[in-house]
C-alpha cells in the first residue's frame, strides 16, 4: 500500500528556510530544496500538525510567531476543538489542531501526527486518481473530504476541496503558479490532476 513518505517544500531563501524550520519546528519528515518557480496566492495544500492539548498548539504557534511566520488564524476554541493556522516565511501554510479543549499535562511541542492536505478542484476525480497509484482510502465524505491510510507512513494525506481548504487556512483561495511542493512516495513518480508532484525516494 503506498503512502507519503515525506514531502520537500521548495523555497526562495533555503538558508532562511532552513533557519526557520530547524527554530519552530523541527520536522524530519519535511525537506527543504531551492526553488525560483513563479508562484503567488494559496498554493493549493496546507501542513496541520495534530497535537494533544491546546497548550501544545500553543506552544508550537508561539515558536513559529516567534521565528518570523504570520499569523492567518489565532489559535483558539471551535466547535471541533482547539487550533490556529499560520504562514511560513516561505509561503508555507500551516494549521496546528487539537480535538481537545482542555489542556491534560505541561505544555510540549511534541506532534502526534502530520497531515498534508491537498485542496483539489474535484475530490471524486483525484480520489479515483490516488486509489488508482496504490493508495487506500479510509475516510471519504462525498466530495468534500477524503483521508488515506497511513500505517507507518509520517505523514497523511487527504483531500479537501480547494476552498475549503482555504477558508479553514483563513486564505484567499485564489493562487497561480507552482505549488512549490514535492510528495516523497514509493507510489511516484507522477504529476497528479491538480499538478502536485509526486517523486519515488532516492
Same mark, same amino acid.
Given at each position: 500500500?503506498?503512502? #507519503? ?62 521565528? !518570523? ?49 491537498? &485542496?483539489?478542484?474535484?475530490? !471524486? ?26 500505517? $507507518? ?17 483563513? #486564505?484567499?483561495?485564489?493562487? $497561480?503558479?507552482?505549488?512549490?511542493? #514535492? ?11 491538480? &499538478? ?7
Amino acid at each position: 500500500m503506498a503512502s #507519503v513518505d515525506f514531502v520537500t517544500l521548495e523555497v526562495a531563501d533555503l538558508t532562511a528556510a532552513k533557519r526557520f524550520y530547524s527554530t519552530a519546528l523541527d520536522l524530519d519528515v519535511v525537506r527543504l530544496q531551492s526553488s525560483e518557480a513563479p508562484t503567488s496566492g494559496f498554493r493549493g495544500f496546507t501542513m496541520s500538525l495534530i497535537v494533544s492539548q491546546p497548550a501544545n498548539a500553543n506552544a508550537i504557534f508561539d515558536a513559529a510567531l516567534e521565528a !518570523g511566520a504570520t499569523s492567518l488564524k489565532p489559535a483558539k476554541k471551535s466547535l471541533w476543538g482547539y487550533g490556529g493556522a499560520f504562514q511560513a516565511p516561505d509561503g508555507t501554510v500551516w494549521t496546528v489542531a487539537s480535538q481537545s479543549k482542555k489542556d491534560s499535562g505541561p505544555a510540549s511541542r511534541k506532534i502526534d501526527d502530520i497531515v498534508l492536505q491537498l &485542496g483539489v478542484d474535484d475530490v !471524486g476525480k483525484s480520489k479515483q486518481f490516488y486509489v488508482e497509484h496504490g493508495l487506500e482510502v479510509t475516510k471519504s465524505y462525498g466530495g468534500r473530504y477524503v483521508e488515506f491510510a497511513a500505517e $507507518s507512513s509520517p505523514v497523511k494525506l487527504s483531500l479537501y476541496k480547494r476552498r475549503g481548504l482555504a477558508k479553514v487556512a483563513g #486564505v484567499d483561495p485564489d493562487g $497561480s503558479g507552482s505549488h512549490r511542493l #514535492v510528495i516523497g512516495s514509493a507510489a511516484g513518480p507522477f504529476t497528479d490532476p491538480d &499538478g502536485f508532484v509526486w517523486a519515488a525516494p532516492e
